[in-house]
């Protein structure tokens, strides 16, 4: 039988669930409370799956089974705000293998090489509507690499100017550098400050991949005008 793919389901209190497939960081999605978020998260089950093969584990995810919801947590404000997972899963507090730890770190960098070349070949301008409402590409593209810079990177000691986002080979060096501090705090045993180590890596993959499929969805390249 193949291997089922562990679910945490995080439920906040007013307006959104999420599911987090926590073993495969980026593949969280949310539906609004009292929908089926592991139903959403299944539609995106393809999607992740080009994520998977681009970091070299295509087959291995290709072999996985059903989602299995293993744990349900409350979850924070920005749960219902923002629709983005807030805690850690209980497995996410436990050391990662050498292994685990490259593969996690593989599949964080090809959502940033998934959210690159899909910002390189949208449109500048993006249909309107509820994702993203009126920001165009280079908002967005300029959002999700600041907020990283700013917010997560410095977690594991990561600090660089903030228009590092603006030039392409000072943002390739800095992502090696945070790879490459991830890495570091495994191998020391560290936490991401106040995050688990492997909740900073699903929360940094999910920034990405949750821009780029909305780059893909409002995408009006050959659009009739």
């Known amino acids: 039988m193949s291997e089922p793919i562990r679910v945490m389901v995080e439920s906040g209190k007013k307006k959104r669930v999420v599911a987090c497939a926590f073993d495969w960081p980026g593949w969280d999605r949310s539906a609004k409370l009292g929908g089926d978020a592991v139903a959403v998260l299944e ?3 393809s999607r992740f799956a080009r994520v998977a093969e681009l970091a070299g584990y295509g087959d291995d995810f290709g072999r996985l089974g059903d989602l299995e919801v293993v744990e349900e947590v409350e979850g924070i404000g920005m749960t219902d705000y923002y629709g983005v997972s807030g805690r850690p899963a209980t497995a996410e507090h436990e050391a990662m293998t050498d292994d685990d730890c490259d593969r996690k770190i ?8 998934t959210f690159d070349d899909t910002a390189a070949r949208v449109s500048a301008e993006l249909r309107k509507g509820p994702r993203g409402g009126g920001r165009d590409k280079d908002r967005i593209v300029r959002h999700v690499n600041g907020a990283e810079i700013d917010e997560f990177a410095p977690k594991v000691g990561v600090k660089v100017p903030i228009d590092t986002r ?5 943002l390739k060096r800095y992502r090696e550098a945070f790879a490459e ?4 705090h495994h191998d020391r045993g560290e936490a991401a400050r106040s995050w688990q180590l492997q909740f900073l890596i699903r929360r940094c993959a999910w920034h990405m991949l949750d821009h780029a499929w909305e780059l893909e969805d409002r995408d009006l390249t050959g659009a009739q005008s």
Do not use: F, T, V
């Not at 593989?106 to 090489?113: R, T």
């Not at 603006?166 to 000072?170: F, V, Y």
């Not at 501090?181 to 570091?184: F, H, L, P, S």
């Open 106 to 113: 593989a599949l964080l960098q090809a959502a940033w090489s």
């Open 43 to 45: 539609s995106y089950r």
């Open 166 to 170: 603006d030039d392409p080979e000072a």
């Open 181 to 184: 501090a991830i890495r570091q």
